[in-house]
């Protein structure tokens, strides 16, 4: 392919060569002019290019509407287009820098209407204010949800035990159990027998363990009248 500057002198060589009427008619549909403003032209080339982005980028439909008449429909109404949307960007003043419009300043607004709620007192319950007998009462949550508490139900739901017991069968002892796993033998006591003394009695003082002797005595001497013998 041969280089643009390359091309344009070639080109302007075989012009001089033309008759009268051709080289007219090539000369006049070299440049294209689309405003009719004077030195606004632009090179058929360059302008194509713009057409095939505006036609598959811009201008392009989506899904189903996609289709050769709507291709056909759309490429001839481009520049139109292109027109309309700079006369509403000059008549109300939007630029045409960007792909997105930027987030709007609601300071001065939200400002506005602040005020006008505090003034008004919209958000605050006035006992004379007009109208007020056709207007449903609002739900007081936090009474309602201060009552919850002390409710039978709530008590329930609290309560409520939902753990499910599980038999996981026998488990054999481990060391940990304390257990040797031996059977025991008949008779075999691994506790000591303790006789309780005096000492050990003498610990509480709550009881008056002096008249002890007495009582044992009286005990003695009542069962020796029956004909009983003591241990």
């Known amino acids: 392919m041969p280089k643009y500057a390359d091309a344009i002198f070639e080109t302007l060589g075989r012009v001089t060569t033309y008759p009268e009427k051709l080289r007219k008619f090539f000369l006049h549909n070299w440049l294209v002019n689309v405003t009719g403003r ?53 008549t109300f003043n939007i630029s045409s820098l960007g792909t997105k419009h930027t987030i709007p300043d609601m300071t001065q607004d939200i400002n506005i209407l602040a005020t006008a709620l505090e003034e008004n007192k919209i958000q605050v319950y006035v006992m004379n204010r007009p109208l007020n007998e056709f207007i449903d009462p609002v739900r007081d949550l936090l009474g309602e949800g201060a009552k919850y508490p002390n409710s039978h139900t709530a008590f329930q739901r609290f309560r409520a035990d939902h753990r499910i017991p599980v038999n996981l069968g026998f488990v054999e002892p481990t060391v940990g159990d304390g257990a040797s796993g031996e059977p025991e033998e008949e008779g075999e006591s691994y506790q000591e027998e303790y006789e309780t003394s005096r000492e050990d009695l003498a610990v509480d003082e709550e009881e008056e363990y002096d008249k002890m002797d007495d009582a044992f005595e009286n005990m003695v001497t009542f069962m020796s009248s029956n004909g009983m013998d003591a241990v």
């Open 38 to 90: 004077p030195n606004c032209f632009k090179e058929v080339d360059l302008l194509q290019e713009h057409q095939n982005f505006w036609a598959k980028t811009i201008y392009n439909a989506k899904g189903s509407n996609r289709s050769w008449n709507w291709l056909a429909m759309v490429t001839v109404c481009i520049f139109e287009l292109r027109n309309v949307m700079h006369t509403v960007q000059h």
